[in-house]
């Protein structure tokens, strides 16, 4: 073979094998985004990998060569969501100081979830199924209510020194406290409709803001 035909070879190589890397990536994705899409209406044992298959249009041999096992696929997704929730945090607080547009940024972060068709939160889901998912998506998920608690603990701490948040207690109960009555009324939407969650919302809000 000619020099020439060599380069022409090689390249056509290279390209080829970029293009399926980059397809790898781009189905590993999709089955990503699939599958964090069924689990939050549906609950991470009510789906299964043909599900998967079927709305991507491929073969569930296509799932098993990225996600082996469902566990694999599980914790992935988990450990997906604890990474954009540290990102969306760090966002959050380089462009806002005041603790009480922080806790609402936490309120909107729930409410956009009745945009999307009545999903769960993804960590509210996976909290009904605790008992139910594997080991290695239980630590995720404990790691994932730690991370936003402790997030929220410090707003609240914040909001209260600064006179931004009023509340009774230690501020580890009160983030327990809104973390638990938004997972649960996300529940209640669902079955009621959404404006019993704002209903819940504005009561929070009137709860917590000061007195002006």
């Given at each position: 073979?000619s020099?020439?035909?060599a380069?022409?070879a090689?390249?056509?190589?290279?390209?080829t094998?970029a293009?399926?890397?980059?397809g790898?990536r781009?189905t590993?994705g999709?089955?990503?985004?699939?599958?964090?899409e069924?689990l939050?209406?549906?609950?991470?044992n009510?789906?299964?990998?043909?599900?998967?298959?079927?709305q991507?249009?491929?073969r569930n041999?296509?799932?098993?060569?990225?996600?082996?096992?469902?566990e694999?696929?599980g914790?992935e997704?988990?450990?997906r969501?604890?990474l954009r929730?540290a990102e969306?945090i760090?966002a959050?607080?380089e462009?806002?100081?005041?603790p009480?547009q922080?806790?609402?940024?936490y309120?909107e972060?729930y409410?956009?979830f009745?945009?999307?068709?009545?999903k769960i939160c993804?960590s509210?889901?996976l909290?009904?199924?605790f008992?139910?998912?594997?080991?290695g998506m239980?630590?995720?998920?404990r790691?994932t209510?730690e991370q936003?608690l402790?997030?929220l603990v410090?707003v609240?701490?914040r909001?209260?020194?600064a006179g931004?948040?009023?509340?009774?207690?230690?501020?580890?109960?009160k983030a327990?406290?809104?973390?638990?009555?938004l997972?649960?009324?996300l529940?209640v939407?669902r079955?009621a409709?959404?404006?019993?969650?704002?209903?819940?919302?504005e009561?929070?809000?009137?709860?917590l803001?000061?007195?002006?």
């Amino acid at each position: 073979m000619s020099t020439k035909a060599a380069e022409v070879a090689r390249a056509t190589t290279e390209k080829t094998s970029a293009r399926t890397k980059r397809g790898g990536r781009n189905t590993r994705g999709a089955i990503l985004d699939a599958a964090e899409e069924l689990l939050q209406r549906r609950g991470y044992n009510a789906f299964s990998y043909h599900h998967i298959a079927v709305q991507l249009g491929i073969r569930n041999a296509a799932i098993h060569y990225h996600f082996p096992a469902k566990e694999d696929l599980g914790i992935e997704l988990v450990s997906r969501f604890r990474l954009r929730l540290a990102e969306w945090i760090e966002a959050l607080e380089e462009r806002e100081s005041d603790p009480w547009q922080l806790l609402n940024a936490y309120f909107e972060f729930y409410l956009d979830f009745l945009d999307e068709d009545r999903k769960i939160c993804f960590s509210g889901m996976l909290g009904a199924e605790f008992q139910a998912i594997p080991d290695g998506m239980r630590e995720e998920t404990r790691q994932t209510m730690e991370q936003i608690l402790h997030w929220l603990v410090s707003v609240l701490e914040r909001g209260r020194e600064a006179g931004r948040i009023q509340f009774s207690g230690p501020a580890e109960a009160k983030a327990v406290h809104l973390g638990a009555s938004l997972q649960g009324g996300l529940q209640v939407a669902r079955v009621a409709g959404p404006e019993r969650f704002h209903q819940l919302i504005e009561q929070l809000r009137l709860e917590l803001q000061p007195a002006s």
